[in-house]
Each structure stands twice: as structure tokens, then as C-alpha cells.
């Protein structure tokens, strides 16, 4: 399985700033996923980064508010935008395997908005 | 909007006993299930995954599917303390996209 890691683990911001989250993986991979899991609840898929094209966006998730960069086959990054409490949430990555359906998970970061 | 539900539980379970964790699904074209594991604070960690009708098992663990009735389960064989953890059930949907739908998670406790 690929190993991925991400920066920063976690966070405490000030409402209205910005946070830029990375993600790295040790191998290459076509596309890479940004969930967000809110205190109790499940993943929801943000969006989908795909190296040299825009990202895509799930419903209810906008590139203003989480804007996503792809430079390479081995990095991402998510920018969560104009924090409010309501983004206090663990922001996590994921790389699809090679060959199969599964998905695996970085570390996460456990964001929270003051 | 596709679902994929799970009874959030907490289930508890004696030390030794067999865990069944169960999940339905909406998308009758789904291909592809999967379980993860969670422990608290942690992100999710595959254990299983299955994509067709019957039973999967490795080692202690036991996927089993039946696309008719649009469920799939989990079954966890001689349960230990260690086993205690939230268990995401997850299903890639049918069509071009493919998107994961993540369960809400069923809570399992282990009672030593």
C-alpha cells in the first residue's frame, strides 16, 4: 500500500483565515481524493485531484471555499478558505491502490476554527 | 442520493464473541464494498473488501454480500478488546464516476 502523509496534523485557526493542508504520497498516483469527516459523523468526499486538470468538486463543496492544487503525481494540497467553526472537521487524503478499488488514507488533519 | 446506511450502535460484545456489523445500500448497479476500521483519532484503515455475492473471509474476519437484498455485512470472529473501534462500511457506486459512499459508521465495543 502507498504511504502518505500529510501537514499539518493538526491546527487551531482564528475564524475568517485560511489553511493550507498537504498531502504527499511515496509513489505516483493518477488521482487523489479530499474528504472531510465532521466530529461524529462520516466521510464526505470534497473533491477529486487529478493531476494537470481542475479538481472535482462534490455537491456542496466550492473551489472558493477549497481551493486544490495538483502540481505533481505525488502531492496535493487543500485549502480550506475563510474558516468559520462549521470547518472544524478532520481533513483527510486518499490515494486509490494500484490494480484495485480500495483506497488508502493518510493521517488526517484534525482541524479546529476559534 | 445514493446512501449507504449503518446502525451507528454502539455494539457491544463480549471478549471471545462474534461481531456482526451490517450495512445497506441504496445503488442496486454497486460493484465494489469495502470495510474499514477506525480507531478514535485515527483515520480509516481498509480491512475488507468484496465484490461478490457470498462470503470472503480472512482470518478472523468475514465479508458477506448479497446484492439482491442490497446489504452487506461483517462478521468478527473471537472478538478482542483491540477489536473496539468504529467500522465504516463503503460502497463504490455504478456508473462512469465511481464515487465511495461512506456509512456513518457502526461503534464496537469489546468487553473484556
Known amino acids: 500500500s502507498a504511504v502518505i502523509s500529510q501537514k499539518p496534523s493538526r491546527d487551531i485557526c482564528q475564524r475568517g483565515t485560511s489553511l493550507t493542508i498537504q498531502c504527499q504520497v511515496d509513489?505516483?498516483?493518477?488521482?487523489m481524493f479530499w474528504y472531510r469527516q465532521q466530529p461524529g459523523q462520516s466521510l464526505t468526499l470534497i473533491a477529486t485531484?487529478?493531476?494537470?486538470?481542475?479538481?472535482?468538486?462534490e455537491s456542496g463543496f466550492v473551489i472558493d471555499k477549497f481551493p486544490i492544487s495538483r502540481p505533481n503525481l505525488t502531492f496535493s494540497t487543500l485549502t480550506v478558505s475563510n474558516m468559520s467553526p462549521e470547518d472544524s472537521s478532520i481533513y483527510l487524503c486518499?490515494?486509490?491502490?494500484?490494480?484495485?478499488?480500495?483506497?488508502?488514507f493518510g493521517p488526517g488533519t484534525r482541524l479546529t476554527v476559534l | 442520493q445514493k446512501e449507504v446506511e449503518q446502525n451507528s450502535g454502539p455494539l457491544s460484545v463480549p471478549e471471545g464473541a462474534i461481531a456482526s456489523l451490517n450495512c445497506t445500500y441504496s445503488?442496486?448497479?454497486?460493484?465494489?464494498f469495502f470495510w474499514y476500521r477506525q480507531y478514535s483519532g485515527k483515520s480509516p484503515e481498509l480491512i475488507m473488501f468484496?465484490?461478490?455475492?457470498g462470503d470472503k473471509e480472512d482470518g478472523r474476519f468475514t465479508a458477506q454480500l448479497n446484492k439482491a437484498s442490497q446489504y452487506v455485512s461483517l462478521l468478527i470472529r473471537d472478538s478482542q478488546p483491540s477489536d473496539s473501534a468504529t467500522y465504516l462500511c463503503?460502497?463504490?457506486?455504478?456508473?462512469?464516476?465511481?464515487?465511495?459512499?461512506f456509512g456513518t459508521g457502526t461503534k464496537l465495543q469489546v468487553i473484556p
Open positions: 486518499s490515494v486509490p491502490s494500484e490494480g484495485s478499488d480500495t483506497q488508502y
Open positions: 509513489s505516483q498516483v493518477t488521482m
Open positions: 485531484a487529478n493531476q494537470g486538470s481542475e479538481a472535482t468538486y
Open positions: 445503488d442496486r448497479g454497486s460493484q465494489s
Open positions: 468484496i465484490y461478490s455475492n
Open positions: 463503503a460502497v463504490k457506486e455504478s456508473g462512469g464516476y465511481q464515487k465511495v459512499t
